[in-house]
């Protein structure tokens, strides 16, 4: 064998071998699901309208497969035609995606469960939002207190879960920085503003990230768009 066909065949299968390998089996309890096309997609690096799909399938009697390679771990959602359904951390082996009346889980995979139970203390506090709404629509529906009244306790109880749920975010990516989840998550705020926006909790988070993660390509673009200010690298004195 010629020694260059040697050297490609040898590169190939290293860079195959540090690919992110990924096997994952979902099933689906969820009429509305079946018989209907499931894609697996990840954001580009422009932008939330930048989505490339990584495989596709069919639901078909309540399962469902996605299986290929990346070429790093990297968080992607899974959509039911144009309308996300689920975020699923891209990782080495086999996964398994549940999704019911009860909400949707991965299992399988380190980042995975540190994200979903993330969520699961998200939810919570959503929960607790939901609840109080209904609670004030509830006194203000007896005549228990004036308008006013419930409108200011509405105001400040949601005001204070808002700030948890906020104050968790940043938390959660601070924590990882240096993995898929921490750009992943910070994406997926930025496609929560309808353009570039630079709001106060976006800042906080890229005012103490690392470079590595502010040059992730979609963050960097996003930031410089909304106006961000980059820190420059202090220069050393006498220009060494």
Not at 6 to 15: K, P, R
Request: aromatic residues 10%; neutral net charge; charged residues 25%.
């Amino acid at each position: 064998m010629p020694k260059y066909v040697l050297h490609i065949a040898l590169m190939a299968l290293f860079l195959s071998s540090c690919a992110t390998q990924y096997d994952i089996a979902g099933n689906s309890s969820l009429d509305e699901v079946d018989g209907h096309m499931l894609y697996l997609r990840v954001t580009g690096n422009s932008g939330e309208s930048d989505l490339w799909s990584l495989d596709s399938c069919r639901v078909e009697h309540g399962r469902f497969r996605f299986g290929g390679a990346v070429d790093s771990v990297v968080l992607a959602h899974v959509y039911l035609g144009n309308d996300l359904m689920m975020p699923i951390v891209i990782e080495n082996g086999d996964l398994q995606v549940s999704i019911n009346q009860m909400g949707q889980y991965v299992e399988g995979g380190q980042l995975n469960k540190r994200l979903y139970d993330f969520l699961k203390k998200r939810e919570r506090l959503e929960n607790e939002i939901w609840q109080v709404e209904n609670e004030c629509i509830h006194a203000l529906s007896k005549g228990r207190a004036s308008v006013s009244e419930v409108r200011e306790k509405m105001r400040r109880r949601t005001s204070a879960l808002n700030e948890q749920i906020e104050e968790s975010e940043v938390r959660f990516i601070r924590e990882n920085y240096d993995n898929a989840l921490g750009p992943g998550y910070f994406i997926m705020l930025c496609n929560q503003q309808i353009f570039p926006t630079m709001t106060e909790q976006l800042k906080r988070i890229a005012d103490e990230a690392p470079p590595t993660f502010l040059s992730h390509p979609y963050i960097s673009n996003y930031l410089r768009m909304a106006g961000y200010s980059f820190k420059r690298p202090r220069q050393r004195r006498g220009g060494r």
